[in-house]
């Protein structure tokens, strides 16, 4: 006979341990599944492998054991991700890890707010620029609700996690030592900011030297120590690593354990889910898994069943279980488009102490603080400086086109070059286009007998004219900050998968246009849940994690909001609702 919980939890990342931690506190008998296992206190200190880490990724699903196809159009035959198979992957280009924490135990730690403006995009672009400038065949939509709603939820996983950073704009007063452009907050943030790269001062030199304004990027990693939890060591091995000091704030290291501590958590890893079970009253009913070790086959049943999985994974499992009566599930997926560029300097850049996240960003090309009429582009991005974080493996391969990637100049590179070397990223946006999105394999499956995803990707119009109209510009910051050469560029338009992807579970208002509702419930099975990047239906140039959680917490406090100390197998007719 199935277990009944309150409530189920599919993957136990950055919004799985946000909605984990609430909904037990709340009286609610949760189950947590993950197909990872938990990360001991020994790994931190395996984690300066770096070509175990970050090169190999290890941490990430193989294409073994979950295959991804791609294809960049119909009329192409889809191959396993050729970006994410060999013995050195790029965990750029992957899908992210597994296990209590996901992606917040590896991620980079940059954690951004999205503008007002982001949850208005079609509105905005409509407005400003006429309707001629949304792309044929994009699916822009405003969102059915905006920043002003998801601020109280922004500050509030800013205190819960700790983040660090300095406001630029709180009820309207501008701070010129935070980011100048920044839509207004209520208040400061949690801690205070890092301590900041070594070139943060010739950025922010370079910067004003060309009218632009320089910002410490908040981060969700803490600057001084709080109970158990020390300050950040600036080791240098954060971006892809886990944090041996636990000054990151993953959910695993902050929120997960006190949903344990509340013995309402039932949390199983290792396991892998395959279908979400809907009862003959179409409602979710609960879901099924099997245990990878010993094949065996398990279900448990809760009228509440909530997808916190990563985009691809909480599509896969949508239509794996045929959640998709309106053929929307899968629809406009989409990503971030980066532009890379690299100079030398003068001196040692320190470019492999300290987070990047420390390193400091620009936003007078982000959304529409600059006035792109006449360009062809519609939208920005945020310019990034990466000074720390970037370990020798990783450097190896960033070295100019005409550098020998072997002999002497290759020594040369790595004693001299990769040294000296700080790099700048712009992180624009991909619109959601009909062209674009993801489906299930029809011959490729799993080890156990599950579809593979396939995604359907291309690189579009206005992607390519942003990326050729930002990569000079990126070059005046980094020349203005002292660079030596001219600055050289690294491709991403071969990756068609980031750790930045969105759509494919869209919420909207509309049932005949969008998966999930503004509650991020299924429009077709009730009780059904699923959120993350996959149910944004815009996004801006900054990171989602933070506004993913935000929206973890807003869900959290909706499906709690009756009382406490309930339990829905009792009365679930108005509660799951």
Known sequence: MAKKYDAIIVGMGASGGVLARELTRAGMKVLGLDKGHELEFDDTWKKFDELGWSSRAQHSPRMTTDPITWRDNDADEAVIAPW????????????????????????????????????????????????????????????????????????????????SGKAGNINGAIDPRGNVFETPRRSEFAYPALRPGALYGKFKEGAESLGLHAYQTPTAIISRDTGERKACTYCGFCRDFLCHVGAKSSTHVQLIPDALRTGNLDMQLGVRVQKVN???????????????????????????????????????????????????????????????????????????????????????????????????????????????????????????????????????????????????????????????????????????????????????????????????????????????????SLSMKPLHITTHDHGGHILGDDPARSVVDANLQSHQVPGLYALGGGSFPTVGGYNPTATIQALAFRLAEHLTSAQTGWSLWEDSSGRAA
């Open 278 to 488: 809907i009862g003959a009253d179409g409602r979710a009913k609960g879901v099924s898994w099997i245990t990878p070790e010993d094949g065996g086959e398990h279900e448990a049943e809760a009228p509440l069943v909530i997808l916190a999985a990563y985009v691809l994974e909480n599509v896969r499992l949508l239509l794996a279980s045929g959640i998709n009566d309106n053929g929307q599930t899968g629809k406009y997926y989409y990503m971030h488009n980066y532009d890379w560029s690299a100079t030398l300097m003068e001196e040692d850049s320190l470019l492999y102490a300290g987070p990047a996240a420390a390193g400091g960003a620009l936003d007078d090309y982000n959304a529409v603080n600059y006035d792109w009429s006449g360009t062809g582009i519609a939208w920005g991005g945020p310019f990034v400086l990466f000074n720390g974080d970037i370990q020798p493996t990783e450097g190896a391969g960033m070295q100019p086109g005409d550098e020998m990637r072997y002999g002497p100049q290759f020594k040369k590179w790595l004693t001299d070059g990769y040294r000296r070397m700080v790099g700048m990223v712009s992180i624009g946006v991909q619109f959601p286009m009909e062209q674009n999105y993801l489906d299930l394999d029809p011959t490729r499956k799993d080890p156990w007998g599950e579809p593979a995803l396939r995604i359907t990707h291309s690189w579009t119009k206005h992607e390519l004219t942003y990326s050729s109209w930002i990569q000079p510009k990126l070059g005046e910051v980094l020349t203005a900050m002292g660079g030596t050469v001219a600055p050289w």
């Open 84 to 163: 994410a198979v060999g013995p050195m992957l790029n965990p750029f280009c992957i899908p992210p890890s597994l296990g209590p924490g996901g992606g917040s135990w590896h991620y980079a730690a940059w954690h951004f707010r999205q503008a007002a403006e982001d949850f208005t995009m079609r509105s905005t672009i409509t407005e400003r620029f006429g309707k001629d400038a949304l792309p044929e065949g994009s699916n822009i939509q405003d969102w059915p609700f905006g920043y002003k709603e998801l601020e109280p939820y922004y500050e509030r996983i800013e205190y819960e996690i700790g983040v």
